[in-house]
């Protein structure tokens, strides 16, 4: 593995310069020189990057963020992350095919966030402190942290005043499975224990096909049902431009009798994202909510699932981990419902 900070004694220092912008300026001479060594030694390396984001899908409006990253040979997938937006994920690529949802306008809900659950237990727009989006709150700000050791970063909500809950997001890379690991917590204060599941919501472009291992519930609420596909146990949705939104909760088993894990998984034609997490037993979800949502709201689709309804105590949060990966198809796999080739990379990847 080659460490960035092997690199270190080969630099002058720049003692005027302002952190983020060393810390740029090292990397890409670490790169350059990683690059040379990697025609004859190919290690993966991470690297962590203050860097101003995009924040529309044109690139002509930015804000401050951090950008994650992991390169082996010719791959490299990259997550950005916003302060403003709810610490919004904006964008996670493979070889810069970004396969969250970036809309024209920054006032518009894409990326991925993060909810406290149930809804019912805050309707809609989301707590500001937590999702400012909804509300069009430019102002408030997650706090960032990044750990230039590690390479991870942090983000902290400010307060939800009137349940005193905050969030926080850690991301890391798991270098051995080339994933991607996002860490949640929910924290409350004050001295009553309150339940929670938390809740991650990613948004993808239209025309695209979600699935998932079928559990023994779906429902859709109050909302119109999707148009599924069932087969082999497995659920498929195919998004098609839909006229009219729609909504599916549903229930899913673990990715192998013997394991803890269920996936949830998106293709949009090219790219394959399997998001791996704890199963929660029937019984375990929030009021009114399932494992699994899918939102279909047209022109876009949000790929959704829920851990477990559990007391949060104060100065206890609640963890929830999420593991994310990204991959070309696999060969010869079609996007279509049914497709065994997908199920197959979904459960490899996901045990
Ligand atoms: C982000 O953009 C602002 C305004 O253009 C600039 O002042 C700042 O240095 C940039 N920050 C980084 C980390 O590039
Ligand atoms: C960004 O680009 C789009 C498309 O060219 C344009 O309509 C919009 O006004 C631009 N926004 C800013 C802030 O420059
Ligand atoms: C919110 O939590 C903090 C930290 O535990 C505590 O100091 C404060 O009193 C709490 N506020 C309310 C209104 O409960
Ligand atoms: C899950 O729980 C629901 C009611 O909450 C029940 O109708 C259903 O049969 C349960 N499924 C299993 C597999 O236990």
Redesign the pocket.
Known sequence: MVLLWSFWPLLTPVAAAVEAEWVDLLQSRARQFTTILETSQPEPFVTVTARNVSL?A?G??TAPGVALELVSGSTAITMEAIKIKGGLIQSFSLNNRNILLQRPHMDQMDGNIFWPGPQSKWGWPPPKAIDPTPSKDFTTAYALEIDFMTRSFELFSPVWEEQNLSVSKKVSVDVSRMSFLIDYGIHVGGDTKIKWAPWEISRVQPYGLTFFKTGSEQTSGTWPSLDLKHRDGVTWFPQVGDKASGKLFASTVPSLPSSEMSWLAHTDGALLFVKCFHHIPNGTQAPGELQIEIYDGTDYVEVEQQGAYQEVFPGQPVTWRVEWLLRELPAGAKPIPGERLLVAAADELCS
Do not use: G, Q
Request: charged share 25%.
């Open positions: 529309n044109w002509n409006e």
